[in-house]
C-alpha cells in the first residue's frame, strides 16, 4: 500500500509564518463583524475568482473572472443588507452569467458557472452567521474548527504517515491525516465556546459540550471534504496549486476550500440551535 513522504519541515514553517501573519486580521475582522467583515469578504472574492478563472478559462481570464466576481459580490451585499432571498437567486443568476460570458473560452461553459456555485453559498452563508445572535461567536468557532482540522491533518498525517487516503486524487493525504484533522476540529469546536473573551467574562457561545462537540465533527468532516474536492478539480484541470499567493498554501481557494464546505455546516448548525433542537 503506497505511503506519504517524509515530514516537510520547510513546508511547515511557510505554513506557521503564513499562518501568524494572516489569521490574526481574518480573526479580527470576523469578531468586528460590519464593514470590516464585509471588507474581508469583497477582498477574497476577486482573489478568488481570478484563481478559479485562470484554471477553468485562462485564455479568457478576465472576462470570466470579472463576471465571477461582479456575481459573488452582489451575494456577498445583497446577503449583508439581509436580503436573503436575493442573493439565493443571484447564485443561479451568476452561474448564468458567467457561462455566458465564458462563451468561446472555454470547451465547457459549465465549469466557468461552477465557479459561483462554488463560491457563491459559502459567501452567503458565512455572511449570514455572522450577522445571527451570537454571530461573532459562531464565526470565531467557525475559523477556529477549520485551521485546527487543516494544522492537526497536516502535522499527524507528515508526522505518523501511513496509507494514503484517496492517491487518485490527493496523492500526499493520508488517512492519520484524516483522523488528526477530526480530532484537532472536534478539540476546538468544544474548545471554542467557553472562551471567556467576552467583556463581561461569558463563554463565547452557549453551546452542550455534545452539540459543540458534534458540530466539530461534522465541520471536520466537511473540512476534509472540501480539501479532497478541491484535490479533484486541479487534478481535472491539471494544476498542482489554485495560485501562488499564500507562501506554503498555494493559492486562496487552496487556503478556504475545507472553509467554504465547513461554513455551510454551521450555517445548518446554526438553524438548528436557533431552534432549539441542540441545547
Known amino acids: 500500500m503506497a505511503r506519504a513522504r517524509r515530514f516537510d519541515w520547510d513546508n511547515l514553517w511557510l505554513r506557521v509564518v503564513s ?3 494572516l489569521a ?5 475582522m470576523a469578531w468586528f463583524g460590519g464593514g470590516p467583515f464585509l471588507l474581508l469578504v469583497a477582498l477574497a472574492v476577486p482573489l478568488l475568482s481570478i484563481e478559479w478563472a485562470a484554471m ?3 485564455t479568457a481570464l478576465a472576462r470570466v473572472a470579472t463576471a465571477m466576481t461582479a456575481s459573488v459580490l452582489a451575494i456577498a451585499f445583497f446577503a449583508y443588507g439581509g436580503r436573503l432571498v436575493l442573493a439565493a437567486v443571484m447564485i443561479f443568476a451568476g452561474a448564468v452569467a458567467s457561462a455566458v460570458v465564458s462563451r468561446g473560452a472555454t470547451q465547457r ?9 462554488y463560491v457563491g453559498p459559502a459567501c452567503l452563508a458565512i455572511i449570514w452567521l ?4 451570537q454571530g461573532a461567536g459562531w464565526t470565531v468557532m467557525l475559523l477556529a474548527t477549520t485551521w485546527a482540522a487543516d494544522i492537526c491533518a497536516f502535522i499527524a498525517g507528515n508526522a505518523l504517515k ?6 487518485r486524487f490527493s496523492p500526499n493525504k493520508t488517512w492519520s491525516g484524516f483522523f488528526g484533522g477530526l480530532v484537532g476540529a472536534v478539540a476546538a469546536a468544544v474548545a471554542a465556546p467557553g472562551l471567556p473573551i467576552l467583556p463581561n467574562g461569558q463563554p463565547l457561545l452557549h453551546l452542550s459540550l455534545v452539540g459543540a462537540g458534534l458540530i466539530g465533527m461534522a465541520a471536520g468532516l466537511a473540512t476534509m471534504m472540501g480539501d479532497l474536492w478541491e484535490s479533484m478539480l486541479k487534478r481535472r484541470f491539471g494544476v498542482k496549486d489554485s495560485g501562488d499567493l499564500i507562501p506554503g ?7 478556504v476550500d475545507g472553509l467554504m464546505f465547513a461554513t455551510m455546516v454551521f450555517a445548518g ?11
Open 109 to 117: 461553459r459549465a465549469d466557468a458557472a461552477y465557479g459561483v456555485l
Open 162 to 167: 501511513g496509507p494514503k487516503l484517496w492517491p
Open 249 to 255: 498554501h498555494g493559492g486562496l481557494l487552496d487556503r
Open 24 to 28: 490574526p486580521a481574518a480573526l479580527a
Open 19 to 21: 499562518g501568524v501573519v
Open 56 to 58: 477553468v478559462a485562462p
Open 130 to 133: 455572522r450577522h445571527t445572535a
Open 269 to 279: 448548525a446554526r438553524l438548528i440551535v436557533h431552534y432549539g433542537w441542540a441545547h
